[in-house]
């Protein structure tokens, strides 16, 4: 197997400044992206033979959703999964797909190689950081930035992603949509408080990364987030440094392949 040669880190520091400092289309993100964590750049890590032997995990996510960072986070791994792609009219308690699997009918819904159930990204992805030696999407241990990491991964899923929960369907929780009555004023507290969670994570990035120098699993949420509500021009003059790292994350081929299957 070919020795993965590493790209000159101060090199690959200044690329990403300057693609991150300037605007786009000018910069060239799919390049720079590629030398920071090549879509094969783990196969020096796994052993021969092991993917390729292990029973498959089986994802089941929906297009444009949350599960998209999951793929996203296999596709830097040579773990073998097979997607499974759940409408989302079938999602939510009803799910007829996934309610056997999880009771909730969320994705993403991942099963194990030896059958059990795993449900939430963020677990996923602490999953495969354990399972995947030197997946360096995760820092490790001893990482300095690893307290850190483990702060926002928990932000993103325990502090924004709720205001989704409340607000995408106002009717489940006050009996009325999101254009009347309570669901309306749900909705709209919801995308408020979510515009104040982002700034205030805007506010502590110095960047060109959500945690600096590194590309992590934080800037993979980042792709779909900017692309959710309030949306990409909102992302875009409020929280500028959120919403480059999610066009250059959106521009890794990795990212691609995974937008391709999910026909986006």
């Known amino acids: 197997m070919p020795k993965t040669v590493k790209p000159n880190k101060d090199r690959r520091d200044r690329s990403l400044d300057d693609a991150l400092a300037s605007s786009f289309p000018a910069s060239d993100p799919v390049s720079m992206t590629s030398t920071s964590i090549p ?9 021969k033979g092991r993917a390729k032997k292990s029973k498959p995990y089986k994802l089941y996510g929906a297009s444009g ?9 296999f596709g830097f791994t040579k773990l073998p999964v097979e997607f499974v792609d759940v409408p989302w009219t079938d999602t939510g308690w009803n799910s007829k797909a996934l309610k056997k699997l999880n009771p909730l009918g969320q994705v993403p819904t991942l099963i194990m190689p030896d059958g059990k159930v795993m ?3 963020a677990a996923i992805i602490l999953h495969l950081a354990d399972t995947v030696p ?9 990482h300095p ?6 702060h926002w991964l928990v932000f993103l899923v325990a502090a924004v992603y709720p205001t989704f929960t409340f607000g995408d369907d ?4 006050v009996g009325a949509d ?10 709209e507290t919801t995308e408020e408080h979510r515009k104040k969670l982002w700034r205030h994570v805007e506010k502590q990035i110095d960047g060109p990364w959500f945690l600096g120098p590194t590309m992590t699993a934080l800037d993979l949420y980042m792709w779909p ?17 959120l919403f480059k790292i999610g066009t250059v994350v959106k521009a890794h081929p990795v990212c691609k392949k995974v937008a391709a299957r999910n026909k986006l």
């Open 170 to 173: 106002t009717k489940r929780w």
């Open 119 to 121: 449900t939430e990204s």
């Open 145 to 150: 930035d690893r307290a850190q990491f483990l």
């Open 225 to 241: 987030m900017t692309f959710w509500r309030p949306g990409r021009d909102w992302f875009e003059k409020e929280c500028p440094k």
């Open 178 to 187: 999101e254009k009347h009555g309570a669901g309306k004023a749900l909705r």
């Open 65 to 73: 959703g949350g599960s998209m960072i999951v793929e996203a986070a």
């Open 39 to 47: 879509a094969t750049d783990h196969d020096a890590h796994i052993p």
């Open 134 to 142: 030197g997946f360096e999407l995760v820092p490790g241990l001893n």
